[in-house]
Nanobody
Framework: QVQLVESGGGLVQAGGSLRLSCAAS????????MGWFRQAPGKEREFVAG????????NYADSVKGRFTISRDNAKNTVYLQMNSLKPEDTAAYYC???????????????????WGKGTLVTASS
């Protein structure tokens, strides 16, 4: 069993930055690939970024590539999402998720994720 708790969301002006954190409880955090997903009002949840167990492999949605960076610290059981140059269209609830399989990093689909956090809200105002 893995519990995920996101933090770091808030209100920021367009062009600003935020860093989201996702703290994991439970054992064997370093055996899970981790991902960030987001859901804007009235839209389906979508993949944002993913990172492999070791942190060597990452992938990003085209809409955030070059602006967002995913990283992890296995010693602290935490995964991060650094978000720079935020745009109003980045406004959404952001969710952290864990998977025993890293396949979702390639497919950029949420199918097969094992655990989810409750989300943290990010609002980028114009």
């Amino acid at each position: 069993q893995v519990q995920l708790v996101e933090s770091g969301g808030g209100l920021v002006q367009a062009g600003g930055s935020l860093r989201l954190s996702c703290a994991a409880s439970g054992r064997a955090f370093n055996t899970y690939a981790m991902g960030w997903f987001r859901q804007a009002p009235g839209k389906e949840r979508e993949f944002v970024a993913g990172i492999s167990y070791s942190g060597v492999s990452t992938n990003y949605a085209d809409s955030v590539k070059g602006r967002f960076t995913i990283s992890r610290d296995n010693a602290k059981n935490t995964v991060y999402l650094q978000m720079n140059s935020l745009k109003p269209e980045d406004t959404a609830a952001y969710y952290c998720a864990a998977s025993k399989s890293s396949h979702f990093i390639v497919t950029m689909k949420e199918y097969g994720m094992d655990y989810w956090g409750k989300g943290t809200l990010v609002t980028a105002s114009s």
